[in-house]
T-cell receptor, first 111, second 111 residues
């Protein structure tokens, strides 16, 4: 049974700061690692994914995966107020199967 | 981008009644999902569906729950009869590759 945990539960940062969100998982056979972002009252929307150990950068966002440590993270450079949202990490084992979500980190970026 | 539509956005019913939640997935997607999110809590997997069949269901998917997608129309979640603990936001999702696309959710209030 996959167990996905996120930290911190909430985070308040000033505009322009670098933000780091963390996610741990329990199943070492996990293959797909996602970050979703959910604005209040809206649908969760896929932000970034990574499928192999290492780092992947897209604009201000970087995702880092360490399978041996059962850990992946999302880093946001130059945080903006529009980044304020609930960030959900999700882990999957194989194509077509379910994604297991963490409890979320609520990020607030103060102008 | 591709959109998943959920109807209705909010449903209020009395305990013991039947309810059907409707989902219009992205047209060429092959896998369909229902997730349940109680306010302030983790988004939890209920069931996934492929090629007309349930692939996997969680322990939250009680005997009172059923899913179907008759003739390629709406993907539905039916609860009969409803219980107070069924009050939550239910998210539908669909996918064709590794990315889940979510609807905005249906808020179900069981009184």
């Amino acid at each position: 049974q996959q167990n996905v945990q996120q930290s911190p539960e909430s985070l308040i940062v000033p505009e322009g700061a670098r933000t780091s969100l963390n996610c741990t998982f329990s199943d070492s056979a996990s293959q797909y690692f996602w970050w979703y972002r959910q604005h209040s009252g809206k649908a969760p929307k896929a932000l970034m994914s990574i499928f192999s150990n290492g780092e992947k950068e897209e604009g201000r966002f970087t995702i880092h995966l360490n399978k041996a440590s059962l850990h992946f993270s999302l880093h946001i450079r130059d945080s903006q107020p529009s980044d304020s949202a609930l960030y959900l990490c999700a882990v999957g084992n194989n194509a077509g199967a379910k994604l297991t979500f963490g409890g979320g980190t609520r990020l607030t970026v103060r102008p | 981008g591709p959109k998943v539509l959920q109807i209705p956005s909010h449903q209020i019913i009395d305990m013991g009644q039947m309810v059907t939640l409707n989902c219009d997935p992205v047209s060429n997607h092959l896998y369909f999902y229902w997730y349940k999110q109680i306010l302030g809590q983790q988004m939890e997997f209920l069931v996934n569906f492929y090629n007309g069949k349930v692939m996997e269901k969680s322990k939250l998917f009680k005997d009172q729950f059923s899913v179907e997608r008759p003739d390629g129309s709406y993907f539905t979640l039916k609860i009969q009869p409803t219980a107070l603990e069924d009050s939550a936001v239910y998210f539908c999702a669909s996918r064709i590759d590794e990315r889940l696309f979510f609807g905005h959710g249906t808020k179900l209030s069981v009184l």
